[in-house]
């Protein structure tokens, strides 16, 4: 968004003599003095006016039947839309008619929470009908009017109101509150691929921990798979939380940014109810959760319709995090199992499954740390850490009389002496002990 732009652009609606507003969150994020990255603006002009107000500009005619028209500046796309009042929603997303109104304060009636029901023109002055100022101030997300009817009309206000309170620590209003926890079977009307994109903003909000805990129900009612974890007691001295809050807890200590850390550790421990066991102590175990819970994560991502790259991310390090790695060898076997990048990343999730923990388990991060530094280290010496560093191919082997299957089960041995570094990774030696193994 470019500030000059926008004020030239109100300055022209202006000069066809309409009113015209930023409007929405940019006006809010200018309020709480952060940056705004999309403007929304509104005027009292028609579609037609706004057409025939930017002669001369590239002009989209993006959605002329809810009043919306887009102009290009310096190749940036800005919004303009009527004032308009909404008719029925039937598909919980899109009104099925608009009626176009003069009114200001009629268009920010519709609108979901206060906060973004206020208006700014060029010189600062602002509309704000529903005191959305005054909750800004007071850190609190209000609908706009009746949370029910707000919900009704989109279901998916429901995890924006959630989503907000994670980006920006406000309180969600009692009512408000209320209908979230008592409309939440209407986000299964929602789309998937709706509902992902609003769940990957709760994960990278800053104040997610305190969201996720207190709304668990939003999360379980788009992944019922979550609700055993619910206050399920992990009976282990390395764990001071139950399965949800240890996960909830773990997913916070992840980079803010990165999006498919915290999601990976938002579903590590998903199949820990599922597998768990209590010995003669009552104490708890949790074997094979780690692969357990991939598969079922693969299963989750498929049905939320999650990208390729995110899903496998996910499915790999769930699979791995709670193995073992404890030394060189161990580093070299992992990183050939799932690649360099994938290494670094698997050791900082378990640091922040860890720092979800009891506190003497955070000293083992100390050991995450040296075994990067081992990670790099083989890196920059070019080490073996894959058959793509392997000094013999499948082609050298076929070259000594090798054949079909045996040509993989050479690589795969082959390998394995050179990472557990009873074979040097010198090409004459391997195939010297190829020939006398497989002779």
């Known amino acids: 968004m470019n500030g000059k732009d926008v004020d030239e652009i109100l300055e022209r609606l202006e000069s066809c003599g309409f009113e015209a507003y930023t409007v929405g969150g940019c006006v809010r994020d200018t309020i709480m003095g952060r940056s705004a990255h999309d403007t929304d603006i509104t005027t009292n002009a028609l579609p037609e006016q706004v057409i025939a107000a930017f002669d001369g500009y590239k002009v989209i005619p993006t959605g002329l039947k809810h009043g919306t028209v887009t102009i290009l500046k310096n190749s940036v796309p800005y919004e ?43 010189h600062g002055n602002i509309a704000d009908p529903f005191g959305g100022k005054e909750d800004i101030e007071n850190g609190i ?15 998916l206000r429901i995890m924006r109101a959630v989503r907000f309170a994670a980006q920006l620590g406000f309180s969600i209003e009692e009512k408000t509150a209320e209908a979230v926890h008592s409309m ?32 668990s129900d939003i999360i379980t009612t788009i992944i019922p798979e979550f609700e055993p974890s619910i206050g399920f007691d992990q ?18 200590f992840a980079p803010q ?25 009552c104490r708890g175990h949790f074997k094979k959760h780690g692969p357990v819970g991939a598969e079922m ?26 193995k073992k790695v404890f030394d060189r ?44 530094d081992e990670g790099r280290l083989l890196i920059e010496n070019n080490e073996c850490r894959g ?25 795969k041995e082959l390998l394995t002496l050179v990472l557990e570094e009873k074979l040097p990774n010198i090409k004459d030696t391997l195939i010297n002990y190829a020939k006398q193994r497989w002779e």
Request: glycine share 4%; charged share 30%.
């Open 297 to 322: 994560t693969k299963e989750i991502m498929k049905r939320m319709k999650y990208d390729g790259e995110t899903m496998t991310y996910a499915v790999m390090l769930i699979a791995r995090h709670s």
């Open 235 to 252: 009976h282990s001295p390395y764990h001071r939380y139950d399965v949800w809050e240890h996960t909830v807890r773990a997913v916070g």
């Open 80 to 122: 303009i839309t009527t004032y308009r009042i909404d008719g029925e929603y039937k598909d919980s997303r899109r009104p099925e008619t608009v009626e176009f109104t003069a009114s200001i304060t009629e268009d920010l009636a519709r609108r979901d929470f206060t906060m973004n029901a206020i208006a700014m023109d060029r």
């Open 184 to 215: 939440k079977e209407r986000l299964k009307n929602i789309s998937m691929e709706r509902i992902r994109s609003e769940l990957d903003k709760i994960l990278c909000g800053r104040y997610c921990v305190e969201v996720l805990l207190e709304y």
């Open 387 to 411: 058959l793509r560093n392997l000094a013999v191919s499948g082609n050298d082997l076929m070259a000594i009389g090798l054949k079909g299957r045996d040509v993989g089960a050479a690589l």
């Open 329 to 372: 060898i161990a580093v070299k076997k992992m990183m050939a199992d799932i690649g360099d990048d994938l290494f670094f990343e698997l050791m900082e999730l378990k640091k922040c499954d860890n720092l979800a923990k009891n506190d003497f388990v955070f000293e083992e991060n100390e050991l995450f740390d040296r075994l990067m």
């Open 141 to 155: 997300i209000r609908c706009v009017g009746d949370p029910v009817q707000r919900f009704t009309e989109d279901a």
């Open 257 to 281: 940014d990165n999006v498919k850390m915290r999601t990976a550790l938002l579903f590590h421990d998903i199949a820990k109810p599922a597998c768990a066991t209590f010995d003669a102590n």
